[in-house]
């Protein structure tokens, strides 16, 4: 099995920036491909970022693409999501999840493993 537990969300006013991290336990050796999601209230869970085990490989949804950057420390089990320009479209709970798999996917039906989530609030 293997835990995730994020942090750093809170309240940010429009035009600002946050990095939240996904801390990663137990069976971490799988957790090949990792990625963070997002659900506002009313909507169904989205899609963010990926990133490939080592890194190299990253994507990102069209609505955050040159606005957030997607990274992880492996020696640290720690995954982040540094996001700017931050709107209040971006307000929502983020969720890091975690696969097996060696490639990308943008599908939360293709993720085992999920944190709790951590609010991020956007004021205009």
């Known amino acids: 099995q293997v835990q995730l537990v994020e942090s750093g969300g809170g309240l940010v006013q429009a035009g600002g920036s946050l990095r939240l991290s996904c801390a990663a336990s137990g069976r971490t050796a799988s957790t090949n491909s990792m990625a963070w999601f997002r659900q506002a209230p009313r909507k169904e869970r989205e899609f963010v970022a990926a990133?490939?085990?080592?890194?190299?490989?990253?994507y990102y949804a069209d609505s955050v693409k040159g606005r957030f950057t997607i990274s992880r420390n492996n020696a640290q089990n720690t995954m982040y999501l540094q996001m700017i320009s931050l709107n209040s479209e971006d307000t929502a709970v983020y969720y890091c999840a975690a696969r097996y798999g060696l490639t990308i996917r943008t599908s939360p039906r293709e993720y085992a493993y999920w944190g709790q989530g951590t609010q991020v609030t956007v004021s205009s």
């Open positions: 990133i490939n085990y080592s890194g190299g490989v990253t």
